[in-house]
């Protein structure tokens, strides 16, 4: 096991790679815990849970909303729970981003810590501290920033965990290498076939070397004030597209990544071999590279961009692999550019 630290405004917040949900015992008090979780997980782990009352949530993006967050709360009530219970969310990225918001606000926080379940919530949803759900249209638009005391990135269970939700892993994995170090990326160049395969070497050093990445960039700003920005590369065109067709996160990201792959060719001298090579290690992991979708719409969900500010957006751009930036882009700009590729 290798544990990595997060030094948050709200606390220290130490994330384990290797370690088991077995364990999860030692890291929580004796008594007064509660466990969130969605279906899926209890279905295949309970078995293993600590001895705890859970609550259980259904599964997707449409149940990431304030209605479950209400439920959450009033089975909370039921409980009995209080200033002193001890919250910890067993599952997703979804369970982690809605344990994390409960536990913030509830009786005006809890303490928390996450047992986090998909290759994608280990390296990217469960580390950092952005604890949130969606509100209408909007993605993660009610949140808040707060530490989980503790994350276990159990990489046993992500032997159960679909194909589909490892190629969205990998999409992050790709973006942190792709914005945060050259030899990751080259590592994975050479080892998508194990990290397909769920090779555990593979796999536990692209986690660990992944969550290196996003821990110096919130380590250095937690709020996403500035050096944060970069982790959002992709996700500009890939929420877009995630929100007008509905695809899962991870594959958005993929098809946003070869996008400001592109722009990053015309506005900040990426080579064009680098924009290549990004393409093509997504395209040979089974991730999509272009979505179809109307301009219009991109356009219109452009301008309801969280990332926007005024008439312009903060867009990640790259120099090399390895070596990004964030400029501000004015949104009718981008839509050009982005005609243009
Ligand atoms: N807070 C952040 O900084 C941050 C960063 C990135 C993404 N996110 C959020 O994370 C969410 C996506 O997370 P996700 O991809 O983990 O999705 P998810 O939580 O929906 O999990 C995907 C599916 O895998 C199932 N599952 C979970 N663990 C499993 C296992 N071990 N074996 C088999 N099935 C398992 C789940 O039940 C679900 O059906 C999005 O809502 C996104 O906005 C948050």
Known sequence: MKTLEIRG????????????????ESYIPSENVVLITDKHVKQLYEKIFPPYPAITIGIGE???????????????????????????????GIVCDIAGFVASTYMRGLSFGFV??????????????KNGVNFKSYKNMIGVFNQPEFVICDLNLLDTLPEKEVLCGLSEIVKHAVIGDKHLFEYIEAHYHEALALDRDVIEKLVYDSIIIKSTNVNKDELEKGERRKLNFGHTFGHAFEKITGIPHGEAVSAGMVVASKLSVKKSGLSKNDAKRIETLLQKIGLPVRIEVEENLVLDALKKDKKRKGGCIYFVLLKKIGNAFVDQIPINELKILANDI
Not at 13 to 23: A, M
């Open 9 to 24: 405004t709200t606390g220290d917040s130490f994330i384990h790679v290797g370690e088991i949900l077995q364990n999860l």
């Open 62 to 92: 449409k149940i990431k909303n304030l209605d479950t967050v209400r439920d959450i709360y009033e089975k909370l009530v039921a409980m009995g729970a209080d200033r002193t219970t001890f919250l910890v969310g067993i599952g997703g």
């Open 116 to 129: 986090s379940s998909t290759l994608l919530s280990q390296v990217d949803a469960s580390v950092g501290g």
